[in-house]
Structures are given as structure tokens and as C-alpha cells.
């Protein structure tokens, strides 16, 4: 029913700045809490960080907190994650996926979400 796609991404220096975004369309957007992963060359896909329907509610990884900061745009059908003191270990395809939840509140980062996008590729130089 929604579906995703990841932009914004590409090459920085440590310590810059970068905000990748994660486009939706479907037949709800509001009702849908959003994360993002990222994986590695030979690492497994690990959370970053997620929000929840109403954008009040957000989760971040230990490694991303104070750096990262996500964000909604329920009238653009847009999630963001704005990225800032990149570091080359962030380095990674980043993922954007979408789970229904309703207007409830749930543990974010414990979703089994079901909607994931293509990527896109975040390469932090050192």
C-alpha cells in the first residue's frame, strides 16, 4: 500500500552534513511510523532511527544519538533524516521502511516493518 523511495544521498567529509530522504506514496501515510536502517559492506542492516505517526514520538540508535535527527512531513509524504558530524563508520546504503501502526504508540525500533525502499548510498570520507 505505500510506497518508498530513498534520495539525498552521497559523498562528504567527516564531520559535514548530509540529509537523505525517503519520498511515500500509498494509501496512507499519516497512519505509518517510519524508520531508517543502513548496512554495510559485510555488516548486517542495523536501526538508525524511526518516528512514529504523529512525529512526536522518535527513537535513535545509541551511535547516531545528538547527530541525527529525524523528522515528517505528513503533508509532503516525506520522511527525513538529517544527518550532521558524519563519520566514515556511518558510512552505509541507507534504507527508509514504513510499517501501518494506526494513530497508536508502539516501540519503534522493534517494528517488524514491511515497506523498505531501494536505498540510497551515504559515503562519508575521511
Known amino acids: 500500500q505505500v510506497q518508498l523511495v530513498e534520495s539525498g544521498g552521497g559523498l562528504v567529509q567527516a564531520g559535514g552534513s548530509l540529509r537523505v530522504s525517503c519520498a511515500a506514496s500509498g494509501r496512507t501515510f499519516s497512519d505509518y511510523a517510519f524508520g531508517w536502517f543502513r548496512q554495510a559492506p559485510g555488516k548486517e542492516r542495523e536501526f538508525v532511527s524511526a518516528i512514529g505517526w504523529s512525529g512526536s514520538t522518535t527513537d535513535y540508535a545509541d551511535s547516531v544519538k545528538g547527530r541525527f535527527t529525524i523528522s515528517r512531513d505528513n503533508a509532503k509524504n516525506t520522511v527525513y533524516l538529517q544527518m550532521n558530524s558524519l563519520k566514515p563508520e556511518d558510512t552505509a546504503v541507507y534504507y527508509c521502511?514504513?510499517?501501518?501502526?494506526?494513530?497508536?504508540?508502539?516501540?519503534?525500533?522493534?517494528?517488524?516493518?514491511?515497506?523498505w525502499g531501494q536505498g540510497t548510498q551515504v559515503t562519508v570520507s575521511s
Open positions: 521502511a514504513g510499517k501501518y501502526t494506526g494513530r497508536y504508540y508502539t516501540t519503534l525500533r522493534n517494528l517488524r516493518y514491511d515497506y
